[in-house]
C-alpha cells in the first residue's frame, strides 16, 4: 500500500531510502465505507489523506441546503477541508466517500515533525 503514495511522492521530490522509511511511518491507514462522511462541517481537521482506494468528494451546503461540490479525490490523489486543516479551524466542508475507500492520512502534529526533519516535504505537502 505504501508504494503508491512513494511513487506519488518520489515523483515531485527525491527521498533517501531512510527518509522513505521515515515517511511511510507517520501514516495511518483508514477505510471507510460508501457514504460515509470522512469529515464534517464543526469538526476539527487534524488530518490530510492520500487516497490509496475509491473516490472521495469534498462539498458544502448553501443556506437553501443545495450541494455544491468542490473537489472529487481519486486514487493517488489527496483530500480534506485543506483551508480548515493549514488554518487550524473548524471544518467548512464535507467530505463523503463514493465508493468504500481505502486512505492513508498525515496528522498536523506529524507533518509539522517530518517538515523539521525532511524540510524538502514542505515543497511536496503544501
Known amino acids: 500500500m505504501h508504494q503508491e503514495i512513494l511513487k506519488h511522492v518520489t515523483s515531485k521530490i527525491e527521498l533517501s531510502k531512510d527518509e522513505q522509511r521515515e515517511f511511510v511511518g507517520i501514516l495511518t491507514e483508514k477505510s471507510i465505507s460508501k457514504k460515509d462522511i470522512l469529515i ?8 490530510e489523506y492520500y487516497v490509496v482506494k475509491g473516490c472521495l468528494k469534498a462539498y458544502y451546503l448553501d443556506k437553501n ?9 481519486l486514487e493517488d490523489w489527496w483530500i480534506s477541508d485543506f483551508e480548515a486543516f493549514f488554518g487550524n479551524y473548524p471544518a467548512q466542508l464535507y467530505v463523503e466517500a463514493i465508493e468504500d475507500s481505502v486512505l492513508l492520512g498525515i496528522h498536523r502534529d506529524t507533518l509539522e515533525t517530518l517538515y523539521k526533519r525532511i524540510p ?4 511536496f505537502l503544501e
Not at 441546503?65 to 479525490?73: E, L
Open 40 to 47: 464534517a462541517p464543526g469538526q476539527a481537521v487534524d488530518c
Open 65 to 73: 441546503g443545495n450541494k455544491h461540490i468542490i473537489q472529487f479525490a
Open 120 to 123: 524538502k516535504f514542505e515543497r
